[in-house]
């Protein structure tokens, strides 16, 4: 059962006030770590803009200090995921408190999004990359008109050159040495042109070179989502608790249902202590 639970006896009012006291705690504590600062970047046409950004590497060193904090509870380490440019980081705590089994997910989730960085070397760069650009191109249009002439003339050697696109295409399918014989003509006429095998090597380090000026900007919003957010993806902060009944701690089987009105008040009252501590946890980190 997931907090904040659904009902108003005395189980789920206690723990539903000790699970958003331990939000507003994590939120409080973790937001100086995700706190944007302005940075110069520039975009694809050397434009120099200014962007926000976070440091991950605090948000690491914060868990860390959550798991320093928390020592009762089992530290599930620092987790990352990732879907295209939406990001997570969190971490889970767990522990077995009396007859029940608490684990805490304490995350953020952020955007990743690429700029270049400020350097003038981008702009040179991209004239070089025009200019080849320009140079190829009559190369490439000679190249590709000899190589079209020299494969049909090995074609109308071998009888296909009145093919039919499928028919050839077929044929071509089914001929492995035909297919082998037609490569080595195109790398035969490529080879007299020298010049486009260097202007791709060039190209092929200019665009390296584009690679090394992208730097990662991690942007997020000082905002606590509950976990349907979470999963509609949007940026912030969140935490929840999934509570277990343990059944047998040998063979590590667990209830997830809780039947809160048969609770008895000190079993309530147990839980409710457990996730106050993690609340005087997280203020101690947020001092």
């Known amino acids: 059962?997931?907090?904040?639970?659904?009902?108003?006896d005395y189980f789920c009012v206690q723990v539903n006030a000790a699970a958003e006291k331990v939000q507003k705690s994590?939120?409080?504590?973790?937001?100086?770590t995700i706190a944007m600062r302005h940075t110069n970047a520039m975009l694809g046409d050397a434009t120099i803009t200014q962007a926000n950004t976070f440091d991950p590497q605090k948000v690491q060193s914060f868990y860390q200090q959550l798991a320093n904090?928390?020592?009762?509870?089992?530290?599930g380490g620092i987790m990352k995921s990732a879907t295209e440019d939406l990001h997570r980081m969190y971490s889970q705590f767990t522990k077995e408190a009396g007859k029940f089994y608490i684990s805490g997910y304490f995350g953020i989730q952020f955007h990743v999004l690429p700029y270049y960085k400020v350097d003038k070397r981008l702009l040179e760069i991209q004239k070089e990359l025009a200019k080849i650009a320009d140079k190829t191109t009559s190369v490439l249009s000679t190249m590709t008109s000899?190589?079209?002439s020299a494969l049909a003339a090995e074609l109308e050697k071998k009888g296909y050159a009145n093919l039919e696109f499928e028919e050839l295409f077929s044929k071509m399918f089914d001929d492995e040495i035909l297919v082998e014989e037609l490569n080595k003509k195109a790398i035969a006429i490529e080879s007299k042109f020298p010049e486009f095998e260097d202007a791709r090597n060039k190209k092929n380090n200019l665009f390296s070179e584009l690679n090394n000026l992208i730097m990662k900007l991690y942007q997020t919003s000082p905002v606590l989502i509950d976990y349907n957010r979470l999963m509609q993806g949007e940026e912030g902060v969140t935490n929840y608790f999934d509570i277990e009944v343990i059944k047998n701690r040998k063979m590590k089987r667990r209830e997830a249902f809780l039947d809160t009105i048969k609770i008895q008040k000190k079993d309530a009252d147990l839980l409710t202590e457990e996730l106050d501590n993690v609340a005087g946890g997280l203020n101690k980190i947020a001092r």
Not at 1 to 8: E, L, N, Q, T, V
Not at 26 to 32: C, G, M, N, R, S
Not at 69 to 75: P, S
């Open 146 to 148: 000899n190589a079209d």
């Open 26 to 32: 994590f939120f409080e504590a973790i937001k100086p």
């Open 69 to 75: 904090a928390l020592k009762d509870w089992t530290f």
């Open 1 to 8: 059962m997931r907090a904040p639970i659904k009902g108003d």
